[in-house]
C-alpha cells in the first residue's frame, strides 16, 4: 500500500511521517475533570479485560509526559530542531523500552525529546544518534548494576 500523502510504502493509508497526529489534551471531558471516561462506541467492541487500568496507564503516561513538557525547553535534544508549543506523544522517546525495563517507564531519565522525523528513525534503528546511545549506557548501568 502507498502512503495518500507521500506515495512512499506504508502499512495503511498513512505512513508513519505522514499519518494525522493529535495533540496531547492539556484538559478535556475525562482527562482532568471529575466526569468519568467515557470511550467511543465503536472502542466498547474491543475492550480488553482489566479496561479500567488500561486506561489508568494511558493516563498516567499522559500526566508524565506532561510533566516532563513543562520542566524541559521545546527542543529536540539530538538535533536542537523546536517541537512547537504543543506536547505530542511522537516527541517523547523512550530510550529503554516500556515492555523490557518496567520499572524505567517513568523514568524522566529515560525520554528524551525527538522530532517526528529522528523519533522514526531511533524506533527503525535505536543506534542511530549518540546523544541516545550515550544516555542508554548510562540508563543500563542504572537498571541492570552494571
Not at 482532568?32 to 498516567?60: C, D, H, V
Not at 504543543?86 to 516500556?98: G, R, V
Request: some cysteine.
Amino acid at each position: 500500500m502507498k502512503c495518500k500523502t507521500c506515495g512512499k510504502n506504508a502499512d495503511s493509508e498513512f505512513c508513519f511521517k505522514c499519518k494525522p497526529r493529535k495533540p496531547l489534551p492539556s484538559s478535556g471531558k475525562g482527562l482532568t475533570s471529575n466526569k468519568p471516561f467515557k470511550p467511543k462506541k465503536k472502542l466498547l467492541a474491543y475492550r480488553p479485560k482489566g479496561y479500567e487500568t488500561i486506561y489508568e496507564e494511558i493516563l498516567k503516561m499522559r500526566n508524565f509526559f506532561l510533566e516532563i513538557w513543562k520542566k524541559r525547553t521545546h527542543y529536540s535534544e539530538v538535533s536542537g530542531l523546536y517541537l512547537g508549543s504543543e506536547a505530542m506523544s511522537t516527541y517523547f522517546h523512550h530510550i529503554l523500552a516500556k515492555e523490557k525495563y518496567p520499572d524505567a517507564c517513568l523514568d524522566e531519565e529515560n525520554i528524551i525529546l525527538l522530532t517526528l522525523e529522528e523519533h522514526s528513525n531511533v524506533e527503525n534503528d535505536m543506534y542511530k544518534y549518540e546523544e541516545v546511545n550515550d544516555r542508554r549506557k548510562h540508563l543500563l548501568k542504572k537498571y541492570e548494576g552494571s
